[in-house]
């Protein structure tokens, strides 16, 4: 199949747009060709992944486009960077690491992107519109814009973001189109009392469940018949983009292009039906701890994965002022957010509660991108279903899946406690 370039293509890819723009066009050529697309399309926001220090080669193709004058085209916000940029001293992190990472920090401003440096871009400057075609990286940031908000964009790979966010031009295929984003199989929520929904384990391991049986398909829930918060499809769509490779869900009822059952499969049959019940949660969510010992000495709660939204911070501080307890002086609470709903921390007050009780908030990173951990953390608690599904194998260590408030209550005894609070 051929592709149709139009005339600004066409200049860029003959260098009139300048050498960063040559490159970036010449890189997206070649993707379209591979996936054999005949056209692309104007993109009007992109998001951009390819911020961690994955490798040399990562900093130096960043770094590439900026010596040779490159400009994003469209408004480009950045996900996480691998270090806290305010506090990376006080956190031991090394010097000639950092010196890297602000390296790579500087190349995305100089290319005229927006410092947001989260991986929750959509809770805060610049949500996507429905309907918005836009370039986004970041699985679970993919995940939310696709089916939260009805923007549309593929899941783009690191460095591709790049380019597309430089010349504001991107293939047309795959979530870009209408008739791609039908779903594929369905997920039946049977015997549930909606109280099970309120419960804050329930949508990061209906995630997991549903993200390891979809797989790359697009799966639509039906059943679940409560209102679902933004931080609740947050944490669904992180974990099912973790455990499968899903980068648009619908829920009937909830979620904007699946108003109804005919609208989320757009008129089509499902491929497969597959029917959840309570136990498959229950089984499910065992599946996310290694282990589930009682007692068993908790180093390190990590939540924030995705960043903490403000809201989610709030709920934290609240229970923290609930009592007068401290962490115990043997395990580290981490807290990774942005800067955004840092702020709003500030101005709310509930900081003081959260750093009184001994939390450290990190901002701008991840922990699987920024050395924080010491090597003798071996025990890792977390509400996270994204955090608990890629630990064991990122960060070599035993990973405890719970909710905020377990996680809260085995921080303060220094091991692990379930249920009952
Ligand atoms: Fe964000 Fe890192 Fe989790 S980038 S989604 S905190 S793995």
Same mark, same amino acid.
């Given at each position: ?17 300048? +050498? ?26 992109? $998001? ?26 469209? +408004? ?9 940029? $305010? ?54 940031? !993919? ?47 049977? #015997? ?127 229970? !923290? ?53 010491? +090597? ?16 064991? #194998? ?18 303060? $005894? ?8």
């Amino acid at each position: 199949m051929e592709l149709r370039l139009d005339l600004q293509d066409q200049q860029m890819l003959d260098g009139k747009f300048g +050498p960063a723009a040559k490159l970036a066009m010449s890189v997206i050529v070649r993707m379209a060709n591979i996936l054999e697309v005949s056209e692309l399309l104007d993109i009007s926001q992109a $998001h951009i992944d390819a911020c961690g220090l994955m490798s040399d080669s990562g900093l130096e193709f960043v770094e590439t486009f900026s010596m040779l004058g490159g400009r994003v085209r469209v +408004p480009t916000t950045l996900n996480m960077v691998p270090l806290d940029l $305010h506090n990376w001293r006080s956190q031991g992190i090394d010097e000639k690491y950092a010196s890297k990472a602000e390296r790579l920090a500087k190349a995305y401003l100089d290319l005229g992107c927006i410092p947001t440096w989260t991986c929750a871009p959509y809770q805060g400057y610049l949500t996507p519109r429905f309907g918005q075609q836009i370039a986004w990286g970041e699985s679970n940031a !993919i995940a939310y814009a696709n089916s939260a908000l009805g923007a549309r964009t593929e899941r783009y790979a690191d460095f591709m973001d790049l380019c597309v966010a430089i010349t504001g031009r991107a293939p047309l295929y795959g979530l870009h189109l209408k008739e791609n984003r039908k779903g594929q199989i369905l997920f039946r929520l049977v #015997g549930f009392d909606s109280t099970l929904f309120l419960n804050d384990t329930f949508y990061p391991v209906l995630g997991f469940l549903v993200g390891r049986i979809a797989q790359n398909r697009i799966p639509v829930i039906e059943g679940l018949d409560s209102p679902v918060s933004s931080d609740q499809l947050k944490a669904l769509g992180a974990a099912a983009a973790s455990s499968g490779g899903v980068g648009l869900f619908h829920i009937i009822g909830v979620t904007p292009e699946a108003a109804t059952y005919s609208d989320a499969f757009q008129d089509m049959s499902p491929q497969q039906i597959v029917d959840i019940h309570p136990s498959d949660i229950q089984e499910a969510q065992k599946d996310l701890s290694t282990t589930n010992d009682h007692g068993i000495k908790i180093d390190a709660v990590i939540v924030g994965c995705p960043h903490m939204s403000f809201n989610e911070l709030r709920t934290l501080a609240q229970l !923290i002022e609930q009592g007068k307890n401290k962490l115990h002086p043997n395990t580290r609470f981490i807290i990774t957010t942005n800067q955004l709903s840092a702020a709003l921390l500030d101005r709310s007050g509930y900081r003081d509660s959260i750093i009184g009780f001994g939390a450290e908030i990190v901002t701008d990173t991840c922990v699987f991108h920024c050395p924080l951990l010491s +090597p003798d953390t071996k025990v890792i608690m977390t509400n996270s279903g994204k955090f608990a599904y890629y630990a064991p #194998g990122e960060l070599n260590t035993q990973v405890v899946f719970g909710s905020l408030a377990e996680c809260f209550n085995s921080a303060i $005894h220094g091991t692990l406690q379930r249920g009952g609070f």
